[in-house]
Antibody, heavy 123, light 113 residues
Framework: QQQLQESGPGLVKSSETLSLTCTVSGGSISSSSYNWGWIRQPPGKGQECIGSIYYTGSTYYNPSLKSRLTISVDTSNNQFSLELSSVTAADTAVYYC???????????????WGQGILVTVSS | EIVMTQSPSTLSVSPGESATLSCRASQSVNSKLVWDSNLAWYQQKPGQAPRLLIYGASTRATGIPTRFSGSGSGTEFTLTISSLQSEDFAVYYCHQYNNWPYTFGQGTKLEIK
């Protein structure tokens, strides 16, 4: 069964760049059936889709974060990554990586999640 | 951006009874290409990642018990859990994946009465 695992620092200073990596095991990230995404959940709040990437490098970015966001994929290591620049306290959240099943229509839904990693932005 | 509104925010139900959770979208989330709705339901327990229950508004994900059922179309959706088990008490989120950015509801907490 395919698994996803987030890694990266749990504490980032305000105005710096948050960087996370998701390692996919038990299957290839180069599958044509899936996108690979990042979702975050601030403490006590609901989830927010940050962005997604296909193994070819095609991306979807949330417009609210687009100016600060970079998502990349490393097929040789079966990983994909998130970089969010100029962070503030509002970026404090549990960050999840996820596998997203791609439909014939082009839409995609999350069918598997990583365990999540809490990232706190400190001043 | 499509706004997803769930009701109620908290639902108190006794084990063995049924629970009905509602989700409303600010605009239709029906697929333009197929006769389907791009709406999913997730269950989340404290300290855990969400788990996919339902996609396409009514299709159960692999391994999900038949007591979980989803219905609805367009902008109105329902998740019904029959014969509640102790492990079903959790927070439930609806999620639209029809229009980017995809969005989630704020959640319904299902608690033991």
């Amino acid at each position: 069964q395919q698994q996803l695992q987030e890694s990266g620092p749990g504490l980032v200073k305000s105005s710096e760049t948050l960087s996370l990596t998701c390692t996919v095991s038990g299957g290839s990230i180069s599958s044509s059936s899936y996108n690979w995404g990042w979702i975050r959940q601030p403490p006590g709040k609901g989830q927010e889709c940050i962005g997604s990437i296909y193994y070819t490098g095609s991306t979807y970015y949330n417009p609210s974060l687009k100016s600060r966001l970079t998502i990349s994929v490393d097929t040789s290591n079966n990983q994909f990554s998130l970089e969010l620049s100029s962070v503030t306290a509002a970026d404090t959240a549990v960050y999840y990586c996820a596998r997203q099943r791609v439909l014939g229509s082009g839409s995609f839904y999350i069918d598997s999640w990583g365990q999540g990693i809490l990232v706190t932005v400190s001043s | 951006e499509i706004v997803m509104t769930q009701s109620p925010s908290t639902l108190s139900v006794s084990p063995g009874e049924s629970a009905t959770l509602s989700c409303r979208a600010s605009q239709s989330v029906n697929s333009k290409l197929v006769w389907d709705s791009n709406l999913a339901w997730y269950q989340q327990k404290p300290g855990q990642a969400p788990r996919l229950l339902i996609y396409g508004a009514s299709t159960r994900a692999t391994g999900i018990p038949t007591r979980f059922s989803g219905s609805g179309s367009g902008t109105e959706f329902t998740l019904t859990i029959s014969s509640l088990q102790s492990e079903d008490f959790a927070v439930y989120y609806c999620h639209q994946y029809n229009n980017w950015p995809y969005t989630f509801g704020q959640g319904t907490k299902l608690e033991i009465k």
